[in-house]
C-alpha cells in the first residue's frame, strides 16, 4: 500500500473542548436552513467522507480496512494507526487505548499505555517496540477496538468538525473541508491547525451564517488550507486539495453527490 508523505498531525487534545465552546450561533435563516438540510452526518455522506479521507492519508477507498493500520511514515509524529491516523506522539492514540482499556480490559495495548504516556509528545518508540504494530493489528481484529477508533474519530475529528461547519451555514463539501482539515492539522493554538485556518479565512470572507456567498468563502478556507499544509514538508503536496476538493468545488457540487472524480498524490479515484 502507498502511503502519502503525511498522515496524522494534532496538538492539543484538551484544546478541542475551548474551539466547540467559540461556535457562532446560527445567525441568518439560510445558515438555518442549512442547518437542517442534509449534512455529513448523513451516513451516506459520511461514507463518502471516510472514503475521500481515505484516499489520501491511505491510498485507498476501503477506509475500513485500515482499523490495522500503523506505521511509522517519519514525520516526527511515532507511529500513525488507524482509520484516522491516531498518532503516538499526538495524545490521539493514548486517549484511544485508553478507552478500549476501559472497555476491554486485559486487552493485547493495555500494557502499552505507561509506554504511550511517555513517549507522548515525541516522535520516540520507547516502549513501544519491537511488538506494538503486531498487537495494534492483533486488537484491530477485535470489533471493540474497532468502534473504540470510530468512537474516538467522531469525538475528536468528525462531530466538531461537523458541528462548526454547520454553525458557519456551510453544506456538505464545506463540513468535509474542515473535517479533513482537522484530521491533519488538529484544533490546537498553532498558527497552522484547525481553527487558525479558519480564522485566516474569515479575515477574508464571510461564510453563509454571517451573510457571505459560500463558494467564495470556501475558496478562502482553502488557499488558507493550503497555505498551513505548505507550513510544514510533511504536508507540502496540497493535492487532496488542489485536485480533490477544488475540483468539487468548481463544478458547484456543494452537496459531494455522487459521481466523484479527484486525484490524490497523482492517483485517480472515482466514487459512482
Known amino acids: 500500500m502507498k502511503h502519502p508523505p503525511q498522515a496524522s498531525r494534532r496538538t492539543l487534545l484538551a484544546l478541542i473542548g475551548a474551539s466547540l465552546a467559540s461556535t457562532p450561533l446560527l445567525t441568518s435563516p439560510r445558515a438555518a436552513a442549512v442547518h437542517a438540510a442534509v449534512g455529513l452526518d448523513d451516513p451516506a455522506k459520511k461514507e463518502i467522507a471516510m472514503r475521500l479521507v481515505s484516499s489520501a492519508e491511505n491510498s485507498s477507498l476501503d477506509w475500513k480496512a485500515q482499523y490495522k493500520y500503523i506505521e511509522d511514515i517519519g514525520d516526527g509524529r511515532g507511529y500513525t494507526a488507524g482509520i484516522i491516523g491516531f498518532c503516538s506522539g499526538t495524545g490521539d492514540m493514548l486517549d484511544l487505548v485508553e478507552l478500549y482499556a476501559d472497555r476491554r480490559p486485559g486487552n493485547a495495548l493495555a500494557p502499552y ?128 486539495v488542489d485536485t480533490a476538493q477544488r475540483v468539487f468545488l468548481r463544478k458547484g457540487n456543494l452537496d459531494l453527490d455522487p459521481p466523484l472524480d479527484w486525484k490524490v498524490y497523482g492517483d485517480s479515484y472515482h466514487i459512482g
Open 113 to 240: 499505555l505507561p509506554a504511550l504516556r511517555r513517549v507522548n509528545g515525541t516522535d520516540s518508540h520507547d516502549g513501544l517496540d519491537p511488538h506494538f504494530p503486531r498487537d495494534w493489528r492483533r486488537a484491530a481484529q477485535d470489533q471493540e477496538f474497532r468502534r473504540a477508533q470510530d468512537n474516538e474519530r467522531d469525538r475528536v475529528y468528525f462531530g466538531p468538525a461537523v458541528r462548526q461547519g454547520k454553525a458557519d451555514g456551510l453544506r456538505v463539501l464545506g463540513q468535509f473541508a474542515y473535517y479533513d482539515a482537522i484530521v491533519m492539522h488538529g484544533d490546537g493554538t498553532d498558527p497552522t491547525s484547525f481553527r487558525n485556518i479558519r480564522r485566516r479565512a474569515l479575515n477574508r470572507a464571510r461564510p453563509p451564517a454571517q451573510g457571505g456567498d459560500e463558494v467564495t468563502y470556501l475558496d478562502a478556507f482553502l488557499d488558507a488550507r493550503v497555505w498551513a499544509m505548505k507550513q510544514e514538508e510533511a504536508h507540502s503536496d496540497t493535492s487532496r
